[in-house]
């Protein structure tokens, strides 16, 4: 009779927990639901496309043949190719320097500088298009500087090549910052002890330590340019890139198969960086050991010297890109008539009426940070933090961090093909703002769910299991303690998606309707009919808005550490 009372009494608690991992399994399947309508089968729509004919008949590879045989689109090939790995030659070294005087010297004002080249981060990509053709355009201020070094025209390769390093910078920046700040200073040490030189430490100690930062920078550039809208319709003229292949065929020509297929081309580029960065993850070694030592920099006058004057170099050309812009959107009529006004930021908020395209921005990121962030942070949890439905676990991981190598071009392309048929009961949403914000989400998806689960796996699981223990369902583990615990990682996935959505281009282009406009697309279309005054105005609020946001993300951040934090005082 002893032996059967502890089996009857534990019954109730297993009934009880097999009901909460049930109601987990669900929350699972929604998400996996969630991703597989608005992100696989879109991507599968491409696929499908790619292999039809006008009329909707399986034709094979005929598509991928005739692509093949096009010269005008293997010529875009190519021009995105060497592009992009022109604009990855120029920033790797740049980038790499700075980051270099950041951690490695004692040079004064490193926040400021670091600062100054994150900037680019809050505004659209074409804002650096905009201000190169105010410098070197028909009308540009140093127009005959350029024809004295040999350069005909800013229009065309060196356009998107200048613009585009200038978009790239903060990218490459912001991962090799990371790759040089993990050093162990034993090793300089030991070699600083056998007396060897500086030259000889750099590339024996540093490059080595830095080589996998320096191979995912390379390939995260690479892809970033290759894939890029809005630098090369604003300032490509007629040179043509992959990119403006796929608007030009599917807007332009209504050809969707072919549009398809160089998606699909497009998408190789950002597959080849995502299978280079996971091996490079792989093979990647620890860098900092328990016995490590962190590297602090020593004073050296004549070496901070030189870091100070490299940044203080790039820190004025990215002030004097941002400022050219800035007084660009100011000035009455350029150039004869440089008197600040509010004339372009009139014409772009009234007149064109982009106030309704801005207030859409606005919406649509607001709902991308609030909803994103939700359903992120929701499922990486459910994933990380519950048991069991492991094939389906599978699945979600793998789509959680698939939009990682899905150009947000392909992906709003594959929207458009999937939600515009008619069988689909979800196409209702198409030319919706509810359906861009969904995009948007899908497409930024990848990094927020890696922050996501750096912040849960830094909890310890037996929170969970002390829960269970207690018969306390996860979801109110999740909110009484997960949540409160997470609550700066959650604001830094609710600033990323705010800043994205209101930036981004590529993601959004194909799925918007004139009620539906927002202020990034406004943008293209006021550089179209030539107000290059009031597409420049629209470029800054949209920066001036995304600097607010991050501001407040900030308060909001500080407020949230102080109530919410409090533990991590009390523990030192």
Known sequence: MSAVLPICAAAPVQLKQHWIDRLAHVAIAIIALVLIAFLASPLLAILVQSTANADGNFVWFDNFVAYAKTPALLGSLWNSVWVSAVVTVITLPLAFTFAYALTRSCMPFKAFFRGITLVPLLAPSLLSAISLIYWFGNQGVLKGWMHAVGISEIYGAPGIILAECFAVFPHALMILVTALSLSDARLYEAADAMGTSARRKFFTITLPGAKYGLISAAMVTFTLVVTDFGIPKVIGGNFNVLATDVFKLVIGQQDFAKGAVVAIVLLAPALLSFAVDGYVSRRQTAMLTARAVPYRPKPSATHDRWMTAFCCVIAALVLAMLGMAV???????????????????????????????????????????VFGTAVVFSGAYLLEKTKGMDRLRGLVRLLAVLP???????????????????????SAMYHTLTLMTVCTIMHFYTTGHLTAVTALKALDSEFEAVSASLKVPFFKTFWRVTLPVCAPALIDMARYFFINAMTTISAVVFLYAPETKVASI????????????????????????????????????????KHTQAWRNSAR
Do not use: C, Q
Not at 344 to 362: C, I, K, P, Q, W
Not at 409 to 425: D, E, K, Q, R, T
Not at 522 to 545: K, R
């Open 327 to 369: 007084f660009a959107s100011f000035a009455t009529f350029w150039p004869y008539n440089l008197t600040p006004s509010w004339r372009h930021y009139t014409l772009g908020l009234l007149d064109a009426e982009v106030g309704e395209a801005f207030f859409n921005s606005v919406k649509m990121a607001a709902g991308t940070a």
């Open 404 to 426: 990682m190598a899905v150009p947000g071009l392909v992906l709003g392309l594959g929207y458009i093909f999937f939600f515009n048929a008619p069988s689909n009961p979800l």
């Open 522 to 561: 406004a943008i293209l279309n006021l550089d179209e009919s030539g107000e290059m005054g009031a597409a420049a105005a629209m470029a800054v609020l949209i920066g001036l808005t995304s600097t607010v946001a991050t501001l407040l993300f900030m308060v909001l951040g500080w407020f949230v550490t």
